[in-house]
Antibody
Framework: QVLLEESGGGVVQPGKSLTISCVVS????????MHWVRQAPGKGLEWVAF????????YYTDSVKGRFSISRDNSKSTLFLQMNSLRIDDTAVYYC???????WGQGTLVSVSS | IQMTQSPSSLSASVGDTVTITCRPS??????LDWYQQKPGKAPKSLIW???NLRSGVPSRFRGAGSGTYFTLIITNLQPEDFATYYC?????????FGQGTKLEMK
């Protein structure tokens, strides 16, 4: 059974940093690229970042370039998203997805507020 | 790549057939997925590469199209189909989603 479980969300002040995680099970993590997608409250879906299965290739949406960093630890079947210089408009539920975009986690809420 | 999805909302009844369209701002071959999302839940993948049904998705869902025009057709609507639907291109980075179509019960 494929499972993806995000964690680490919470309330953070503007300008601060937060790292969220996604632990996976039920498949060989090192064999798949991974993505982060977010959804602001009451809004649509926004793709955020991609990382190849070996961690070499990374891509980001323009609004987070230079602020967010995607990484992975294949030995621990864990995906990360380090978010720096957080802004109010980064408030969203963050989902991790397996590479073919077939399986999604349940999401973790990041709320940026003073 | 901008994704224009229409309509933004749609009212229909059980048993109806509905069509949602998605138009990318440039040709994307068939690199398009469709997702269904219910309130408070994560999106669920329905169709990949424009027309391939994910395992376990009912055959009343059908995807078609290529290039710059795609459709999601749902026939014989069931109560559980009332949700929000999104298209997404993965032809190039950054991947982009349509703005969503909320399918409501009439």
């Amino acid at each position: 059974q494929v499972l993806l479980e995000e964690s680490g969300g919470g309330v953070v002040q503007p300008g601060k940093s937060l790292t969220i995680s996604c632990v996976v099970s039920g498949f060989t993590f090192s064999g798949y690229a991974m993505h982060w997608v977010r959804q602001a409250p009451g809004k649509g879906l926004e793709w955020v970042a991609f990382i190849s299965n070996d961690g070499v290739r990374k891509y980001y949406t323009d609004s987070v370039k230079g602020r967010f960093s995607i990484s992975r630890d294949n030995s621990k079947s864990t995906l990360f998203l380090q978010m720096n210089s957080l802004r109010i408009d980064d408030t969203a539920v963050y989902y991790c997805l397996r590479g073919p975009q077939d399986y999604w986690g349940q999401g973790t809420l990041v709320s940026v507020s003073s | 790549i901008q994704m224009t999805q229409s309509p933004s909302s749609l009212s229909a009844s059980v048993g109806d057939t509905v069509t949602i369209t998605c138009r990318p701002s440039q040709a994307i071959d068939n690199y398009l997925d469709w997702y269904q999302q219910k309130p408070g839940k994560a999106p669920k993948s329905l169709i990949w590469t424009a027309s391939n049904l994910r395992s376990g998705v009912p055959s009343r869902f059908r995807g078609a199209g290529s290039g710059t025009y795609f459709t999601l057709i749902i026939t014989n609507l069931q109560p559980e189909d009332f949700a929000t639907y999104y298209c997404q291109q993965y032809y190039g980075y950054p991947y982009t989603f349509g703005q969503g179509t909320k399918l409501e019960m009439k």
